[in-house]
Antibody
């Protein structure tokens, strides 16, 4: 069963760049679409963006100017960078895989457990 | 404001059947498939329906999904206390180079 694990700093200051990595284990990053999804405290789920193993990426239009998602197939990892963070970016950040090989947006399964990122001065 | 519209809350008693609606537009639900997630606090969301009405392995057949036009629904029959959770719908949206959109979530309470 493929497993996903997020890693990265848990505390940032306003204007810094959030950098998270998702490591895929017990399976290959190839053939699938991989996404980042976040949930601010007390709010709903928000899709940040996603990327095919080939490197082709899509982004949430509301975050696109600040987001970069990349993939490293040699390390079985994909990464998220979110620039110029503010308190509004405080959230639990999850990485996830699409449930169907070769498709995007058909359903996220599995998910990483999530990592809390807090933006505070 | 979420792109997909869900009622903020729903409720039912054990054994009842409840439905949760999800309304979108021609660029998302009208053109693509809908998936549904169950989310318990402190855990990762769990996919319960994909491709409108398909259940992943291990999801009870009490969960079912449907889609018509630009709307979709999640139905839970034989409601159980462990079904109490937040439920989210999601779909691919073809606008603006393509992206995933979520509903705002529905808090299901088992009375």
């Amino acid at each position: 069963q493929v497993q996903l694990q997020e890693s990265g700093p848990g505390l940032l200051k306003p204007s810094e760049t959030l950098s998270l990595t998702c490591t895929v284990s017990r399976g290959s990053i190839s053939d699938y679409y991989w996404s980042w999804i976040r949930q601010p405290p007390g709010k709903g789920l928000e899709w940040i963006g996603g990327i095919y193993y080939t490197g082709s990426a899509n982004y949430n239009p509301s975050l696109k100017s600040r987001v970069t998602i990349s993939v490293d197939t040699s390390k079985n990892q994909f990464s998220l960078k979110l620039s110029s963070v503010t308190a509004a970016d405080t959230a639990v950040y999850h990485c996830a895989r699409d449930c169907l090989s070769g498709y995007a947006g058909e359903g996220f399964d599995p998910w990483g457990q999530g990592t809390l990122v807090t933006v505070s001065s | 404001q979420s792109v997909l519209t869900q009622p903020p809350s729903a409720s039912g008693t054990p054994g009842q059947r409840v439905t949760i609606s999800c309304s979108g537009s021609s660029s998302n639900i009208g053109s693509n498939t809908v998936n549904w997630y169950q989310h318990l606090p402190g855990t990762a969301p769990k996919l319960v329906i994909y491709r409108n009405n398909q259940r992943p392995s291990g999801v009870p057949d009490r969960f079912s999904g449907s889609k018509s036009g630009t709307s979709a629904s999640l139905a839970i029959s034989g409601l159980q206390s462990e079904d109490e959770a937040d439920y989210y719908c999601a779909a691919w949206d073809d606008s603006l180079n393509g992206h995933v959109v979520f509903g705002g979530g529905t808090k299901l309470t088992v009375l």
